[in-house]
């Protein structure tokens, strides 16, 4: 259950290595409006519930928005007839994206499944909506004392779902978060890049994903600073989108900071776009503040890049200092500047994380192994009567 098409990528790969599985498995979400082929082209077929139109068209964003929510309503209801008649024995919920809406109706629809006798299972992607602080705390916490079983991916949410939400450790599957975009092609096309400005002969630095406020780019933009005095031949792409306030804000700070090599793309980057950018960058950096899962790291890890990242608990779960990563302090731009402008000068060192990384064989048997823990809590939480 992704019926608004939130977390996309996640559910078509988990959804795709399921179906090798003995699983009678139908994936309740529509089409991805930024990538129409993002369940069709892994042979999946959504099923919202009753209308799937609004993904397939192109429309401004408030009247895409409104109508989306429409649609989402007319499913939930339509789902509720239907499970109200039949209720499937597992509902794996991957987000509530109308939680903080004042009618949370995927909440209350989760509920009625429970009421009908389905297990709900929760994948905690966030464990409560980032920039938000304690604001939502009180609702999470009675979402996980409420749902039968919880998936989460690192060892160090575990310790938080038990420590700060009071979660019997019991009730928690530590299954990680698979990789994205290793199983496109290989191939970096000239064309595709070329409205992305990279220079062939300099050290590209990729930072890319949907822009937030604990993802980091202001420190980055601050740290980035040094490493334009010390590194000449380098530059760094900041790729995808966000809020129009926060692109401004990254915009003014880089025209304060004076930083002449950093090229902005604020537009949704295509599967196609994204791979290309990952083969082409030299370094990938991902500079959080704090984190619960990232798929981004999960794409870096895939496709072996070099990598520079903040020294959070879920990054050290895959990531080791100096052997396949640089590990700095959050926070701390100085200490980013460092790693980044070491591992710009050092293609040796360069290289040897890109092996190590690449020796993690980050793909499709990740996937197949998640499913089958996956599966393994659904029979889990079945073998339990309420």
Known sequence: MDLLATLPYYAAYLSKALMKLPIDLTVGSITYYLDPGCFTSRDIRVDPGLLDVVGKVRLPRLPRRILKLTEGILNLCALTVRFFIS????????????LKTPVPMDLWFMEFCQWRGSKIVLTVHDLVP???GDKYKAT???IYRGVDAIICHSDAVLERLANEFSVPREKVSVIAHGPFFYDLPATVNDKTLWSFELEPCNVNVLWQGIIFPYKGIDVLLSAWQQVEAKCSDTCLVIAGTGAPELLQEIRAQVEMLGLMRVKLHFHFVTS?????????????VYPFRAITTSG????????????????????RELLTDRENALLVAP?????????LIELIQDSALRDRLEANVRAMNFGDASWIAIAQMTLETYES???HTS
């Open 130 to 132: 980032h920039d938000t």
């Open 381 to 383: 939480v079945l073998s």
């Open 296 to 315: 981004s790291l999960a794409t870096g890890l895939a496709l072996g890049k070099a990598i520079v990242a903040s020294d959070l608990p879920v990054f």
């Open 272 to 284: 196609e776009e994204l791979v290309a950018l990952y083969r082409a960058a030299d370094v990938v």
């Open 140 to 142: 999470f916490e009675e």
């Open 331 to 339: 926070r701390d731009p100085d200490a980013l500047a460092s790693a």
């Open 87 to 98: 209720p499937p024995d597992i509902v794996h919920v991957q987000y509530l994206p109308m």
